[in-house]
């Protein structure tokens, strides 16, 4: 068997490009100018203090939250707009939703809808919304239920599965609308600690197999192990990024030191 060598496009235009956003709620200043490009098939793990903006930054690459300055893009489009006659125009919610087909995201809690099965779940939207042929969603659905590992729960009900198996499946789900970004917020925090490393053995298939993903985790390893490139943001600012040995291994802001201390 051959090795899979995965490739990042460092070269093609970056899937991600965030320019100088800005987002305040009210008073507060939550991003303070973030700069960053994401390239096809890379993996950034955002680290930061709680707080410092990671969860709003990501929803704002999802336009769950609108921003008020820079801008975002993604897959050459820019979130929350369209150019009309040489000027950009708000989307309506249709346009909203067609940019989110090219985002898949996963939070804390996996959210599934309990009184659905697990096969169920991950057909919903495919079906429901993007008027996927039931019969095509089904064959992408065991496919990605072999790939997180749970071809034999497909007719399991969430309450029957444990938590990690469960975000499994919010994995899988939000796969099946066959995103180019995946987002990831804490995927884990919300786990046993013995059910960590199956959730995080599942994202590293995922990462190696080169499919392009940002993601907010406090699993220094996972960053060390599947990040291409490790961010630390802190005070809605971008402190320090680089390769995870630079970062984790060698940080040289004091912000970035004092944090990682912690898991020492
Ligand atoms: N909808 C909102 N309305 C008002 N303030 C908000 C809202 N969402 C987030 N904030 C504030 O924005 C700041 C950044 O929050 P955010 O959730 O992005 O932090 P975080 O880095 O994800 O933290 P954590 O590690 O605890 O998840 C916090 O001060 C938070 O209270
Ligand atoms: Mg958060």
Known sequence: MTALVKEVAVDAKPLVQARNVHKAFDQLEVLKGIDLDVAPGEVVVVLGPSGSGKSTFLRCINHLESIQQ????????????????????????????????KIGMVFQQFNLYPHMTVLQNIIEAPVGVHGESRKDAIENARQLLKRVGLSEKEGNYPRQLSGGQQQRVAIARALAIKPKLMLFDEPTSALDPELVGEVLATMKDLAKQGLTMIVVTHEIGFAKEAADRVVFMDGGVIVEQGKPEDVIGNPQHPRTQAFLSRFL
């Open 70 to 101: 820079g801008f975002i893009e993604v897959d050459g489009e820019q979130i929350g707009y369209r150019v009309k006659n040489d000027r950009l125009e708000k989307l309506t919610d249709n346009g909203i939703a067609k940019q989110r087909r």
